[in-house]
């Protein structure tokens, strides 16, 4: 089983922004994407953002464009979540997401990726 393992979540005002942060062992080079999906109380699990393993592309949620940046960086096996200007709506659990189908394609459905973080609390207060 693949680690994948996200941090950085917590409390926020609404306006103000967080970073995620997600690790995991596999090699870039072996990974079609990473991506983002958050879960709300009582929701279905929804896409956020998805990146390539190389960085040259990138896929937001309509809800997010603008205010949201994934990025990665290879030399630490880490795929980051930026969070600026924050929104009640964006209250949920943030799971990091492995899609080691072949690529490059930027999926959004999650049962297109392999491996799962336990996903990290953010709450943004109104």
């Known amino acids: 089983q693949v680690q994948v393992v996200e941090s950085g979540g917590g409390l926020v005002q609404a306006g103000g922004s967080l970073r995620l942060s997600c690790v995991t062992p596999v090699r870039p080079w072996y990974v079609n994407a990473m991506g983002w999906f958050r879960q709300a109380p009582g929701r279905e699990r929804e896409f956020v953002a998805a990146i390539t393993w190389n960085g040259d592309q990138a896929k937001y949620a309509d809800s997010v464009k603008g205010r949201f940046t994934i990025s990665r960086d290879n030399a630490k096996n880490t795929v980051y979540l930026q969070m600026k200007n924050l929104k009640s709506e964006d209250t949920a659990i943030y799971y990091c997401?492995?899609?080691?189908?072949?690529?490059?394609?930027?999926?959004?459905?999650?049962?297109?990726?392999?491996?799962w973080g336990q996903g990290t609390q953010v709450t943004v207060s109104s």
């Open positions: 997401a492995v899609d080691m189908l072949p690529g490059p394609v930027l999926r959004s459905d999650s049962y297109e990726y392999e491996y």
